[in-house]
């Protein structure tokens, strides 16, 4: 029976998720789990996953979610995976597990709660919050300080100086990728002290690419209404076609 991959494209890890199947040539079945709809709470997902979040994957009988859990369980599970994705050495694996980890209490609430709380709050049924953004700005600011003197110390491509990526890599460069959606002088504002995660980034997309930039088609489609909308001066708009699958 074929994977299923529940997921939707607006979402940092399933974008993390969908790349990683596509550049290995893992068949799939994906389920658009569209968020602004609110489809992630229905009785019939939650069937699947309880906590009514994507992605989540349905492997046989077997069902999974969390992001980090299901990349590890996927690298693992299928013996054609590059090892540089998830290393059989277990001190590299080890050392994997550690920016997993501190990905989801730093970099996520940082880069996640900063995009929510600036733009994207509106067409998930929430309310702007700016003392929340200045809250998750900090811990943002902390995160790509953190990202370009430790993660990336050194001169390789990748992080823990390898010159190819891993699971890690993907995970952490669709989180911040979700900060496309900001104003681009915010988005430099933030970006421009941090020239390493900027070329990361740019590796990363490119090590991945064309996966990587037709798995974004549907955030650069957002971006780009963002941004008609802000030139147009609208305070109250529609929503930027998150149901959009490519």
């Known amino acids: 029976m074929k994977l299923k991959v529940y997921a939707d494209r607006m979402s940092q890890p399933s974008r ?15 389920v658009l789990i569209i968020l602004a709809k609110g489809q992630q709470l229905t009785p019939e997902f ?19 979610f969390e992001s980090h859990a299901i990349l590890i369980y996927l690298a693992s599970a299928f013996p054609s995976i590059a ?13 994997i597990h550690s920016v ?10 940082g880069a996640a709660g900063y995009a929510m709380n600036t733009v994207l709050a509106p ?19 902390k995160s790509l300080s953190t990202l370009e ?23 952490l460069v669709c989180e911040l990728m979700q900060l496309q959606v900001l104003d681009e002088k915010d988005r430099l504002r933030l970006f421009s002290p941090y020239k390493k995660v900027e070329e990361w980034i740019e590796n990363t ?28 001066g609208t305070t109250t708009v529609s929503k930027p076609g998150f149901q959009s699958k490519m």
């Open 149 to 171: 003197t430790i993660w990336l110390k050194g001169n390789a491509k990748f992080l823990l100086g390898s010159n190819q990526p891993s699971i890690a890599d993907l995970s």
């Open 123 to 141: 067409f998930l049924g929430r309310s702007l919050d700016s003392k929340a953004a200045a809250v998750a700005e900090k811990i943002l600011t």
């Open 16 to 30: 993390a998720l969908i790349i990683f199947c596509k550049v290995n040539g893992i068949e799939f079945d994906e």
């Open 100 to 109: 997993l980890d501190w990905h989801h209490t730093n970099l996520r609430p």
């Open 205 to 232: 997309r490119k090590a991945t690419l064309p996966h990587f930039d037709l798995v974004h088609k549907t955030l650069y489609g957002a971006k780009d209404k963002f941004d008609k909308q802000r030139k147009m």
């Open 83 to 95: 090892d540089h994705w998830y290393p059989n050495d277990l001190s590299k694996r080890a050392k």
């Open 46 to 64: 939650k069937e699947i996953n309880p906590l009514g979040k994507v992605p989540t994957i349905v492997d046989g009988r077997f069902k999974l």
